[in-house]
Nanobody, 115 residues
Framework: QVQLVESGGGLVQAGGSLRLSCTAS????????MGWYRQAPGKQRELVAS???????NYADSVKGRFTISRDNAKKTVYLQMNSLKPEDTAVYYC?????????WGQGTQVTVSS
């Protein structure tokens, strides 16, 4: 069984920064895809950024140049550095791990950006 535990959310003023972390435990394959998604009230969950085991990244257009995803494979941890935050970034942020036929989600962490 795989578990994902997120941390680092909170309240920040517009223009500020936050760093999210997500640590995986359990049976983790050497090749996997980890990513961050977010869901704002009344909206669908959307991809923010993803990163492969080899370090290939993908970003939503809305966060390019402001957010950076990275990972430490030895620690089974993925990070999301969020800079220049905007009120529209307010959402619950979820960590996701995909490996083989498995698809796992964290419990989510709230990010609130005040104007």
């Amino acid at each position: 069984q795989v578990q994902l535990v997120e941390s680092g959310g909170g309240l920040v003023q517009a223009g500020g920064s936050l760093r999210l972390s997500c640590t995986a435990s359990g049976s983790i394959f050497s090749v996997n895809l980890m990513g961050w998604y977010r869901q704002a009230p009344g909206k669908q969950r959307e991809l923010v950024a993803s990163i492969t085991t080899g370090g290939r990244t993908n970003y939503a257009d809305s966060v390019k140049g402001r957010f950076t995803i990275s990972r430490d494979n030895a620690k089974k941890t993925v990070y999301l550095q969020m800079n220049s935050l905007k009120p529209e970034d307010t959402a619950v942020y979820y960590c996701r791990l995909t490996q083989g036929l498995g698809d796992y989600w964290g419990q989510g962490t709230q990010v609130t950006v005040s104007s």
